[in-house]
């Protein structure tokens, strides 16, 4: 008899759906899309994910208004929701996010102090996360996408699946 050491990854075809949403957000709309969202036909868990996704997509929002003052307010909800996302319990998932904007920020939002944290936290627990193979894979690209600083990108690439 065959036994799988390798845990089954069991995610909805609503978490994919949405998180391939996510990643080809390229306008305002998108964003509201994202944002809007229904989740009441999901675990709690996937509910928890998804709500980090549109904290994310509430801070990515700056970019598409024009006051600076609008700019700040949307940066600073969808910050302080995914951080307190995070401290409710903590995940691959939510750091990454965390991570990607960390990344993304300019320096004067002052929004930099987690990512060496986040990073050894990926290192630590990605490869026993339970998701999709081919979604890890896309995490760590999308990170040495927007990564500049060579001794984070090898960071990053230290990060096993």
């Known amino acids: ?13 609503t978490l994919r759906e949405f998180r391939a949403e996510f990643q080809e957000i390229a306008s305002e709309e998108d964003i509201d899309k994202i ?5 009441d036909e999901v675990s709690q868990r996937e509910q928890e994910i998804i709500k980090a996704y549109q904290a994310a997509g509430t801070s990515m929002m700056a970019e ?7 700019k700040l307010r949307f940066f600073n909800k969808g910050k302080t929701a995914l951080e307190g996302l995070i401290e409710s319990s903590k995940d691959v998932e939510k750091v990454y996010l965390r991570l990607l904007i960390q990344l993304n920020v300019p320096k004067t939002l ?3 102090k987690n990512i060496e944290g986040d990073i050894s936290y990926l290192q630590e627990h990605m490869a026993e996360a339970q998701i999709e193979a081919s979604f890890k894979s896309l995490m760590i690209k999308n990170l040495l996408s927007i990564t500049k600083k060579e001794e984070l990108k090898e960071a ?3 990060i096993k699946l």
Not at 1 to 13: A, C, G, R, T
Not at 64 to 70: D, K, Q
Request: proline residues 6%.
């Open 156 to 158: 990053i690439l230290d």
């Open 35 to 39: 944002l809007n969202y229904k989740i």
């Open 110 to 112: 002052n929004y930099h």
């Open 64 to 70: 598409y208004v024009f006051s600076p003052m609008s």
């Open 1 to 13: 008899m065959f036994i799988s050491l390798m845990p089954v990854v069991q995610e909805s075809d």
